[in-house]
């Protein structure tokens, strides 16, 4: 991934910063449908970072429910955590949306996989 900026009438191309994978991570997590999940590793290969910094990415979310990190859940399945309540709550608003947990786990039939449909940044 690279960013391009503009500076003083300049298009300056650079790698990006911590803010710049943030934002990135939280547009991708904005096209996930309801009812649908993806993982930390997805996210990570999409844009080039350890499935770690995705985590720290949704814990540091000040919107959780605005931007849906509540739809990042680990690749076996299992919920992983949530910054808001816990993944009581984590668990909660994938009942709601529709999602479908079985033993603690998101069954493969609605977790998507960004590096299929964008490729990696």
Known sequence: MIVLEEKKEKVIVRKPNTDDLREAVYALLMLIPIGKVTTYKALARAIGVHPRTIARFMASNRN??????????????????????????????????????????????YIIDFTYIIGSL
């Open 64 to 109: 959780p429910i605005v931007i849906p990190c509540h739809r990042v859940v680990m690749s076996n399945g299992n919920l992983g955590g949530y910054s808001l309540g816990g993944t009581n709550v984590k668990k909660k608003l994938l009942e709601i949306e529709g999602v479908k947990i079985i033993n603690g786990k998101v069954s493969k039939d």
